[in-house]
């Protein structure tokens, strides 16, 4: 009889892959991003190391002690940070933990070539929306998509604290270095959060969470204003068979 207990629990472990295996593709998180603002806690929730082997894999998140980006696009990964003088220096390697993190898989992508100038991150995320819904995906579940295409100009973010003042809303604000390009050929790896995620791996009353990669000097961050020009192409998932 005790070994019920165990061989049940293999079989929904099981089951469990054979799903995701089955799926086009699936989003999942470790960590909460209020357990940063609320109570300062840098400490890494998930090794990406544990990740590493997984196909097709895109992920974004801060790193470990508030020191950076994490941002991993088709299972390639980017970790800015900065050197002493604020420089930004970016590091292919998955050794590092993330505080909190949304990451997916995507095995077959649908193409949408976006023929106007999208101007904010708010006409990004209704143009996704839109063209999700269009598509059969369930906005109420989560989602990876990407962005390529050139930008007019965008402003980026790479959080890195610096001292050991105890964090809060304006603290969180002050460690935030930013950095901006023009005309700049990128990728943008985002995420729709669907009901589960908003607010937890999203900032409050928003459903998208989007990082940049520059196409040219490999730079990331984290998008906070951008102007992409028309003819960039959205990829969203082919939808999971029912």
């Given at each position: 009889?005790?070994?019920?207990?165990?061989?049940?629990?293999?079989?929904?472990?099981?089951?469990?892959?054979n799903?995701?295996?089955n799926q086009?593709?699936?989003v999942?998180h470790s960590?909460?991003?209020?357990?940063i603002?609320?109570?300062g806690?840098f400490?890494g929730?998930?090794d990406?190391?544990d990740l590493?082997?997984i196909d097709n894999?895109?992920a974004?998140g801060p790193?470990e002690?508030l020191?950076?980006e994490?941002t991993?696009n088709?299972?390639?990964?980017s970790?800015s940070t900065?050197?002493q003088?604020?420089q930004?220096k970016?590091i292919a390697?998955?050794?590092?933990?993330a505080i909190f993190?949304?990451y997916?898989?995507?095995?077959?992508?649908q193409?949408?070539?976006?023929?106007?100038?999208?101007?904010s991150l708010?006409?990004?995320?209704?143009?996704?929306?839109?063209?999700?819904?269009n598509?059969?995906?369930?906005?109420?579940?989560?989602f990876?998509f990407?962005?390529k295409?050139?930008a007019?100009?965008?402003?980026?973010?790479?959080?890195?604290?610096?001292?050991?003042k105890?964090?809060s809303k304006?603290?969180?604000q002050r460690?935030?270095v930013?950095f901006?390009?023009t005309n700049?050929s990128?990728?943008?790896v985002?995420?729709?959060?669907g009901?589960?995620g908003?607010?937890?791996?999203?900032?409050?009353?928003k459903?998208?969470?989007?990082?940049y990669?520059?196409?040219y000097?490999?730079?990331?961050g984290?998008i906070?204003?951008?102007?992409?020009n028309?003819?960039a192409?959205?990829f969203i998932p082919?939808?999971?068979?029912?």
């Amino acid at each position: 009889m005790k070994y019920i207990p165990l061989l049940l629990s293999c079989i929904l472990l099981s089951c469990s892959f054979n799903i995701q295996a089955n799926q086009n593709y699936w989003v999942k998180h470790s960590g909460d991003r209020m357990d940063i603002i609320k109570q300062g806690n840098f400490s890494g929730t998930i090794d990406l190391q544990d990740l590493e082997n997984i196909d097709n894999l895109f992920a974004i998140g801060p790193l470990e002690g508030l020191k950076g980006e994490i941002t991993i696009n088709n299972s390639k990964p980017s970790i800015s940070t900065l050197t002493q003088d604020k420089q930004q220096k970016d590091i292919a390697s998955f050794k590092h933990k993330a505080i909190f993190l949304v990451y997916g898989s995507v095995k077959e992508w649908q193409e949408i070539v976006i023929n106007k100038e999208l101007i904010s991150l708010n006409e990004i995320e209704q143009f996704v929306k839109e063209h999700a819904e269009n598509h059969d995906l369930p906005l109420n579940k989560p989602f990876p998509f990407k962005i390529k295409g050139v930008a007019e100009r965008i402003t980026y973010h790479v959080i890195y604290k610096q001292d050991n003042k105890p964090h809060s809303k304006r603290e969180h604000q002050r460690s935030k270095v930013k950095f901006s390009k023009t005309n700049e050929s990128n990728t943008i790896v985002g995420f729709w959060s669907g009901a589960e995620g908003e607010g937890v791996y999203t900032h409050p009353n928003k459903k998208t969470h989007m990082h940049y990669i520059s196409n040219y000097s490999k730079d990331s961050g984290h998008i906070d204003a951008i102007k992409l020009n028309s003819g960039a192409v959205l990829f969203i998932p082919k939808p999971n068979k029912k």
